[in-house]
């Protein structure tokens, strides 16, 4: 599989460090509210490399963390006359139901910053016997001129940034808090603020930034150095520079093999964000659309390319989404009928060198750094050469290896559910309509076509569209 490395700018072959094994490490929420669906992009991404990594056979450590200390948080609890904790809780439970929603599996750990302090202090005692840190009243910053490889996944040069830090740089002069070496220096660990939750540290009652809690929980999580690192592009600067001089300073080994960055999800051509109010959470989308529609449309366009958010373009996810569920319907229709016919010649030769086509076309779309959109495209032409190659006559076993392909490729790995959903109607309903289909299988018998079609109308009424078709009639929600 070749991965874009954003260190190196080149998609690379993806060489693991321990054959038959993946660590992958991205950077998850700040929880101080519902997240929007910006956040689950990288999620939604990220989840889909895991399960095509183990659709390759490879075991994935998967570790994403939660950011539970920050300021964001602190406002809200101060806001709602709570605990801070009782806020991070609350939203990381928030979020793991959206995350089932979307159906993007839990991590293998999901550690939470506040529950690693101690480890986080050992490492800021680490880079300050390096020399790499130093305390001013109570502060402790990382001495980022020390390392001498900062600015190489963000491709920065270390004195263009300090020139762009010299407006910076005056304004703390003239308030004071000048106490920098430097102004690129950034924060390893910082002293309480009244109100504020704190830990007991060498340096001063406080808390760790933000950068360091991820330095810390990767190392202990995956190792020293991690196969994969990912999140969304905002992240390489400063927050993934940062975590590579903290880590590389600290543990004298390379960071992070491979990093992967998410473009950006946007709408109206704009970044979606809290800060510009221009979001929808995911909690809002999936009472208006079906999650798995949403997670198809997330994954229509390849992850590093910017995708839109557009009515329309849900639209026209739901319709593709439908292909896909039509033609699994209709193989799961033959294999109930159980026919016990042997696969003809046709059927196996069809099996032995056509389906296998497919299969390939998909692992090299993505293979291709995860090129979901081209891998979609695969399965949409899956689903002709299903539709074309099966009949009233086809045996349940063909269409059995079909379904099994098809679960694998679209549910599996994409994480898209192929079975249509009836799930959410109450069995009374389910009852109701199955008994109107018949009055009206009835009425069409004898010949009673005025009864048939006030029976289709009525249906039509309760939101529910018929089809007749050679396998008989088929229903579903209009
Ligand atoms: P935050 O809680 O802001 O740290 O964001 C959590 C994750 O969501 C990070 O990986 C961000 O890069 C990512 N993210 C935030 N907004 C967007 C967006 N509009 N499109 C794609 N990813 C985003
Ligand atoms: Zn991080």
Redesign the pocket.
């Known amino acids: 599989m070749k991965i874009f490395n954003t260190l190196t700018r080149r998609k690379e072959e993806f060489v693991p460090i321990t054959p038959g094994k993946v660590g992958i490490y991205?950077?998850?929420?700040?929880?101080y509210d519902f997240?929007?669906?910006?956040?689950?992009?990288?999620?939604i991404v990220f989840d889909t490399l895991r399960r095509y990594l183990e659709h390759k056979g490879y075991e994935v450590n998967f570790v994403s963390n939660f950011?539970d200390v920050d300021d964001k948080i602190i406002n809200r609890a101060i806001k709602e006359g709570v605990d801070a904790s009782e806020i991070s809780e609350r939203f990381i439970a928030e979020c793991k139901k959206d995350m089932e929603t979307l159906n993007v599996r839990p991590a293998t750990v999901h550690p939470q910053a506040t529950k690693e302090i101690p480890d986080m202090i050992e490492l800021v005692k680490i880079l300050i016997d390096k020399g790499h840190a130093y305390e001013k009243n109570g502060t402790v910053y990382f001495r980022t001129r020390s390392f001498k490889d900062y600015g190489k996944l963000s491709h920065k040069n270390i004195d263009d940034l300090e020139s762009g830090h010299r407006a910076e740089a005056h304004a703390l002069k003239v308030s004071g808090e000048d106490e920098k070496e430097d102004p690129l220096d950034f924060v390893l660990w910082k002293p309480k603020k009244e109100g504020e939750p704190f830990w007991e540290s060498p340096w001063s009652e406080g808390r760790p930034g933000w950068h360091l809690e991820c330095s810390c929980m990767s190392k202990k999580y995956i190792g020293g150095t991690i196969d994969i690192h990912?999140?969304?592009?905002?992240?390489i600067f400063p927050?993934h520079e940062n975590e590579i001089a903290q880590s590389e300073a600290a543990n004298g080994t390379e960071f992070a093999h491979y990093w992967m960055?998410?473009?950006?999800?946007?709408i109206n051509g704009d970044?979606?964000?809290?800060s510009l109010g221009n979001?929808f959470t995911v909690r809002d989308i999936c009472q208006q659309c079906d999650p798995q529609v949403f997670r198809f449309f997330m994954l229509s366009a390849q992850y590093r390319t910017p995708?839109n958010f557009s009515k329309e373009l849900v639209e026209d996810a739901a319709k593709g989404l439908e292909r896909i569920v039509n033609g699994a319907e209709k193989l799961t229709d033959i294999i109930a009928k159980e026919n016990g016919l042997p696969l003809s010649d046709k059927e196996k030769e069809l099996l032995d060198t056509e389906l296998p086509k497919y299969v390939k076309r998909f692992d090299d779309a993505m293979d291709d750094d995860l090129n979901t959109a081209d891998a979609i495209s695969v399965i949409f032409e899956l689903i002709r050469f299903s539709n074309a190659s099966t009949d009233t006559e086809s045996s349940s076993a063909f269409a059995k290896a079909l379904y099994d392909t098809l679960f694998e490729l679209c549910d599996t790995v994409l994480g898209v559910h192929i079975e249509r959903k009836k799930d959410d109607m109450a069995a009374d309903d389910v009852a109701e309509i199955e008994k109107l289909i018949a009055e009206r299988t009835a009425a069409k018998k004898a010949k009673d076509f005025a009864t048939a079609d006030a029976i289709r109308a009525k249906l039509l009424d309760m939101g529910i569209v018929i089809e007749d078709t050679r396998e008989g009639v088929k229903w579903k929600k209009a």
């Open positions: 991205v950077c998850g929420p700040t929880v997240i929007h669906i910006g956040n689950a992009r990288p999620q950011t990912a999140g969304g592009e905002d992240l927050h960055h998410n473009g950006f999800l946007k970044k979606m964000s809290k979001f995708l």
